[in-house]
């Protein structure tokens, strides 16, 4: 049997985000593949008071128990695959070292510019920002206060600082869910060579693959994920209180009680709050339109992808995975980020498009890149046949044929 050590730092448990869910998703489905999948995690919430912060603080830069341990369970399992998505804050990058010092392949996945950018995503104070590109980076990110404040800014810059070319130098290769992400980091100096790019996979509860086939009379859209400036909710706040279209909000983040006070003044504009993911692709279903309105580049699109999945086109930012992901007049619209009166226009050329075609096109690009067959048949081709051989090439084709 295949063996996988899979290494992963949860979030906190009451800021589950689309990271944790698709290492979870991927654990169970690579076990049902044959895979044995040995994890190794630590979580967030284990960050309590001075001595947990302090812990989270030392464990950052170098975990030596973290280091001992994945060295360990390599040597003693016979494991020669490691398959890392975070390791920010409790883990660390010294589970990279451990991992080549046992003679093992090391996969990173690649969810955020951590590794480039204090904040994560080269969005600071309302906008794009590459100044942490220069050598001056650690200057720009105290000034900036890119990472919540001045001392936590210095340390995550530190971290990033220091880290980044272990990372670069020790991982074989970086999974990159999107174009966008790998473009990014080899415009960062990152080896184009070692960076691979594989989209993740999504359910849809559309089993027919059936295509939603006109607009409703009451014309719906939908929004989802995090209240905040990053996520562009403003601008789609603006634009919904001046065309009086129906919008449901779904997600939680510092811009709730704008967003509650925007839904008492405005009968069009419904805010969900936080909702299962089985309830969201439903209200997804229900929707005519998805909106992304991301005001920074994004690694992925996961709602993107789950709406394609029911056949919803999607409004979409005119930046990053947008750009990559919508098919202007195919699946859906573009408009300029931060932009109201832009996303008003794109709303009303969506409301006069040929919506069946749309809602076709839509599935068509669900099941060529977002299916869990379509994932398994890319991450096998592009991660594991250079690594496990002609046996995975067997494991493969036997398990597309039994199972899909």
Known sequence: MN????????????????????????????????????????????????????????????????????????????????????????ISPSVILA????????????????????????FINGKICHKCKGIDSFYHSLNEKCYKNAPLSLWKESVRFFGQDLVKKNVDVFICPSNTVKEIFV???????????????VESINTTFSPKMNISDNPCFIIVGRLDHYKGIQTVLKAFKANNYNLKIIGDGPLRLEVEKACEENDNIKYLGVVSPEETIKHISDADFLIQASECYETFGLTIAEAYSVGAPV????????????????????FNPNDPEDLSKAIEKALN?????????????????????????????????????????????????FVF
């Not at 409004?315 to 573009?334: A, H, M, N, P």
């Not at 002609?390 to 597309?400: D, E, P, R, S, V």
Request: charged share 20%; glycine share 6%.
């Open 3 to 90: 063996k996988i050590l899979l290494v992963h730092n949860f979030y906190k448990s009451s800021n589950i985000g689309g990271e944790d869910n698709i290492v979870n998703a991927q654990k169970e489905f690579l076990e049902k593949q044959g895979f044995q999948i040995i994890p190794y995690f630590a979580y967030n919430d284990e960050i309590k008071g001075k001595k947990g912060n302090l812990k989270a603080f030392l464990n950052s830069y170098f975990n030596y128990k973290a280091y001992n341990d994945i060295y360990k369970i390599l040597k003693e399992s016979n494991i020669r695959t490691i398959l890392i998505h975070n390791t920010f804050p409790l």
């Open 99 to 122: 991992a080549k010092k046992a003679n093992a392949e090391v996969y990173m996945y690649l969810h955020n510019f951590r590794w480039l950018c204090c904040s994560d995503n080269f």
């Open 187 to 201: 415009n960062y100096g990152f080896d184009s060579s070692k960076l691979k790019v594989l989209p993740h996979f």
């Open 315 to 334: 409004i979409g930012s005119d930046l990053g995975t947008r750009k990559e992901f919508v098919i202007e007049g195919e699946t859906g619209f573009l």
């Open 353 to 401: 498009c040929n919506y069946l075609k749309l809602s076709e096109n839509c599935i068509k690009l669900y099941k060529m890149h977002y299916t869990k067959k379509a994932w398994y048949k890319k991450f096998s081709e592009r991660i594991l046949f250079s690594l496990l051989g002609l046996n995975c090439f067997a494991l493969f084709y036997l398990t597309t044929f």
